[in-house]
Structure formats: C-alpha cells, structure tokens
C-alpha cells in the first residue's frame, strides 16, 4: 500500500519504523508549514500536498489534525486510520467526517488505541448492552497539563488515589483530548458516548496507566483491565496506541481478518 501520514510525533515514529518491516511505503507526511523544510522530499504541509495513488492515509497528530484534515482526505477517495477517537464526541467534527466519506466514497477506520475487549463489547450491544463503565488510572505526572490540575494538586500527591472526573464518555472526551481516547473507543464500541459512565483517578501508588472496562447485559458480565507502558520517546503516548494503528492496517490489507 502506497501511505500518507499526518503527524510526525512518538506514534507517527513507532509507525514509520513498523512500516519498514512491511510491504508498504510512505509516500508523504503531513506536518505544520514550519517543518516542510526539514524534508522537502517527503513533508507537506496540506492534504492537497499528498499524492495522487495514496491507498490509505494513517492520523497519528491528535483531534486537532484528525477534525482539519480528515474530511479532506476522506472527500478525495482515500480511506482514513485514525487512533483520534476522542475528536468524535464533537457532533460537528464527527457529521463533517461522515458527509466526507459519503462524498468521497471512503471509510474512516478506527484503531482501538490502548484498550482491548472491544470486540466483546461490539459482540454484547447486539443484544441488550445494559451498563458500561470505563475507568481511567495513571500515575498524577500523566495527567499534568490536564483540566485534573484544576481539581486536585497533582505535585502534592504522593501516596494514595484522587477521582478528578466523574462524567459521561462524551464530557470525558471533550474535556480530557489527550488523555480520553480510550473512554472514546469504549463508547463508541458499547453504548455510545452519553450512556458511558467514565471515572478519571490520579493514583500516586502505581506506575503504569491502568485502563479498566466494566460492562453487563444479556451477554453476562465482564471486567477488563490492562496495564499499559508508554512509548520511550513519550510517556504520554500509549505503546499499545502505535501499535493498534499497524494492527489495523495489518488487518486492512490482509486477506483474512480478525
């Protein structure tokens, strides 16, 4: 597959070095104007800038990048990765994004980013899905630069756990666009962004980010938690996040998927 990236961050790295281990090339990345010249062959600063015969384009910049560009990419025919999952709480940015598919006829395909269980979930909502709750837990460091700044003294936190946010999936995912897209991804998997329930703790006693699925219906019930590390060049960005993303695109050009 001939590639475009948006992005040239800890994620967009994990994917470029996965990538060339795979049958694929990266045709273009989309970056901000200032940095087009530190590699004029390959950077661009617009979606007009992206090739002709892309096959796929993959978002590793944020909400920000994915509500800019991605009707513009989807509008011309090329189909879209995103782990941006949070970006889709905003009813504008997620109609504009489907009237651009439909226009373009291409698909918007979103990665699981750093949560599993969500084919279960997916699995449970055909029949009655009838409670889930996400809970996020990181160390307070992880949620510096964050709105839980405004509630609890994150420096001040050394032993025990604080519940900064207790809300719906949609308000957790506006509110937090750095740190929600997993409550994102469960929601959009389960029942949606305003029957999510989502609690957000800054927990001095651990070291990983803990994500943790609770969810019941006509299915059962099932709990899931899993520890996440970061990736080396950024310990805000999810490794499990990067490598969802070439999950995905494993699973696109495979000829079986799962």
């Not at 990538?19 to 007009?48: E, F, K």
Request: a negative charge; proline letters at 4%; aromatic letters at 4%.
């Amino acid at each position: 597959m001939n590639i475009g990236l948006i992005g040239n961050g800890a994620i967009a790295s994990y994917v470029q070095t996965a990538l060339a281990q795979r049958p694929h090339s990266i045709a273009a990345v989309l970056v901000r104007q200032t940095r087009v010249a530190d590699n004029p062959g390959t950077y661009v600063d617009s979606v007009q800038g992206f090739p002709d015969d892309l096959d796929l384009v993959i978002d590793c910049a944020g909400h920000a990048a994915l509500a800019e560009h991605g009707p513009a990419i989807l509008q011309r025919g090329i189909d879209l990765v995103t782990v941006s999952l949070g970006a889709l709480a905003d009813q504008n940015v997620l109609q504009s994004l489907e009237a651009a598919a439909h226009a373009g006829n291409a698909k918007l395909h979103l990665a699981s980013g750093a949560i599993g269980a969500l084919d279960c979930l997916q699995a449970a909502r055909v029949g009655q899905l009838e409670q889930v709750t996400y809970v996020g837990r990181k160390p307070p460091a992880g949620w510096l630069g964050s709105p839980a700044e405004k509630v609890i003294d994150l420096e001040a936190l050394r032993t025990g756990a604080q519940t900064h946010f207790e809300g719906t999936a949609r308000e957790a995912a506006l509110a937090y666009p750095k740190n929600a897209n997993v409550a994102a991804a469960v929601a959009l998997a389960g029942v949606g962004f305003d029957k999510t329930s989502v609690r957000l703790i800054a927990d001095a006693d651990v070291s990983a980010n803990i994500h943790e699925i609770q969810a019941s219906g006509d299915f059962g019930s099932f709990t899931f938690q899993i520890n996440g590390k970061s990736l080396p060049d950024n310990p805000r960005s999810s490794a499990l996040a990067a490598m969802s993303v070439i999950s995905r695109l494993d699973s696109l050009s495979g000829v079986i998927s799962l």
